[in-house]
Every structure is written in C-alpha cells, then in structure tokens.
C-alpha cells in the first residue's frame, strides 16, 4: 500500500470526530476491550496463526507452507546425495533441546558434532535456495552452498533455476 503525502489521510476530518464519539460511549468501549482481549488470547493460544513469517507478500499460506514442505523434501534429497557422493561425512543422530516460550515447549534437534553441525546449516541453504524466497535470499543461499562444497558452478545454476534434480544429477556424475 501506497503510503500518503504528510498531513493526508485517507479518511475526512468527520471520520476522526465519528470514531472519537463512539469511543465515548461506555457500551462500545466494553465491546471493544472484550474484542482486544479475546484477540489476546488467541494470539496466545496459536501464534502461528498470526504470523507471515516465511510467506512471501502475494502468496497465501497455504501455498507458502506447500511450497517449503516440497522445498524441505528436496533439501533432503540433495543431502543424501552429498553424503552417497562423499561430499558429507554420515552423521549420527543428534541429541534433542527443548526450548521452552511460556505455555508452549517446542523441541529442537541439535547436532552434537561439527559434521553434523555443517550438515544441518547446508540443509536450511538448501531449503532457502530451493523454497519459495526472493532472489536475493536463493543468491546469498547459493553462494554459501558453493563456497563449502565446491559444487561446480554448472551445478548452482541449475539449483537457482529450481531443478534440483539437475543438480542431483551433476552430482552423481562428478562422483
């Protein structure tokens, strides 16, 4: 949205003088209060909900969260490649952290090792280079994923294009 010239406002001065009466009613007031506080609630009960983090403006969420569920498959994909290439070291499993926010607890895996440490930050490049992210992200992204694995950058570009199985395939036929 387009922002106004200073001192312009979308709506005429009677508007400010209507909203500032209805405030002055009792009835309105308590329905407002309630209104805010069931919000309140709400947002404390599922915060997810009212969250665009990781959705890009134009997309819905739907389509966001489909999209980075098949940009994660791929992620995955491209790292069990890396390790049938030689490319990663097989990691073990990794010990779990909760994290506890207020009411809710959330459980993270951490990695215990350095390999498994790289593993892990090479599969979210991955993700953000193959999910639905703006083309500054996917080159940053990409960068990185070049620069610690040394993929040719045949290879890159075709991960940028969003085939990830030339990627896959370039892998397997430099192995």
């Given at each position: 949205m387009a922002r106004l010239p200073r001192g312009k406002t979308k709506h005429p001065?009677?508007?400010?003088?209507?909203?500032?009466?209805?405030?002055?009613?009792?009835?309105?007031?308590?329905?407002m209060a309630e209104r805010d506080s069931e919000m309140k609630e709400l947002r404390k009960a599922d915060p997810e909900r009212f969250t665009r983090t990781g959705i890009p403006n134009g997309m819905r969420k739907e389509e966001a969260q489909r999209l980075w569920a098949v940009a994660e498959t791929q992620a995955d994909k491209v790292i069990q490649t890396l390790k049938v290439?030689?490319?990663?070291?097989?990691?073990?499993?990794?010990s779990t952290a909760a994290t506890t926010t207020?009411?809710?607890?959330?459980?993270?895996?951490?990695?215990?090792?350095?390999e498994g440490m790289a593993e892990a930050a090479l599969r979210e490049l991955f993700?953000?280079?193959?999910?639905?992210?703006?083309?500054?992200?996917?080159?940053?992204?990409?960068a990185i994923i070049m620069k610690y694995t040394r993929l040719p950058p045949m290879a890159v570009?075709?991960?940028?294009?969003?085939?990830?199985?030339?990627?896959?395939?370039?892998?397997a036929g430099s192995s």
């Amino acid at each position: 949205m387009a922002r106004l010239p200073r001192g312009k406002t979308k709506h005429p001065p009677s508007h400010s003088e209507a909203m500032k009466a209805k405030w002055q009613d009792p009835e309105y007031r308590a329905k407002m209060a309630e209104r805010d506080s069931e919000m309140k609630e709400l947002r404390k009960a599922d915060p997810e909900r009212f969250t665009r983090t990781g959705i890009p403006n134009g997309m819905r969420k739907e389509e966001a969260q489909r999209l980075w569920a098949v940009a994660e498959t791929q992620a995955d994909k491209v790292i069990q490649t890396l390790k049938v290439a030689g490319m990663l070291p097989e990691t073990t499993g990794a010990s779990t952290a909760a994290t506890t926010t207020g009411a809710n607890q959330s459980s993270i895996a951490v990695p215990n090792t350095d390999e498994g440490m790289a593993e892990a930050a090479l599969r979210e490049l991955f993700k953000v280079a193959l999910g639905p992210t703006g083309t500054r992200a996917k080159l940053s992204a990409l960068a990185i994923i070049m620069k610690y694995t040394r993929l040719p950058p045949m290879a890159v570009l075709q991960l940028a294009t969003g085939t990830a199985e030339g990627v896959l395939d370039e892998l397997a036929g430099s192995s």
